[in-house]
């Protein structure tokens, strides 16, 4: 089945750069969608960048549009996000999701997640 794993959070300062990785098993990941989605204590998880396994276009929410970026690796099934010029307010469990079909924005779309992975960044 398909699993995808969340790998690289950790605690940074304000204006750091870190890059978060998302193995993705269990599929042929040729279509769809890859996203990332960020969820802070009390509130909704909302949107951060995502990803079609075929093409070349990204999406961002408007919070990141500038620092982050998504990229993929299609041979290695690996997903990431660099993250840039973190901010306080980028603090929040960050998950990896898939969509088997054409989901951007609404994480109620996308159809497996992964467990994960938390970032905290201290000013």
């Known amino acids: 089945q398909v699993q995808l794993v969340e790998s690289g959070g950790g605690l940074m300062q304000a204006g750091d750069s870190l890059r978060l990785s998302c193995a993705a098993s269990g599929g042929a990941f040729s279509s769809g969608t890859m996203g990332w989605f960020r969820q802070a204590p009390g509130k909704e998880r909302a949107f951060v960048a995502a990803i079609r396994w075929s093409g070349s276009t990204s999406y961002y929410g408007d919070s990141v549009k500038g620092r982050f970026t998504i990229s993929r690796d299609n041979a290695k099934k690996m997903v990431f996000l660099q993250m840039n010029s973190l901010k306080v307010d980028d603090t929040a469990v960050y998950y990896c999701?898939?969509?088997?079909?054409?989901?951007?924005?609404?994480?109620?779309?996308?159809?497996?997640w992964g467990q994960g992975t938390q970032v905290t960044v201290s000013s």
């Open positions: 999701a898939y969509d088997l079909g054409y989901a951007i924005w609404s994480w109620k779309s996308y159809n497996y």
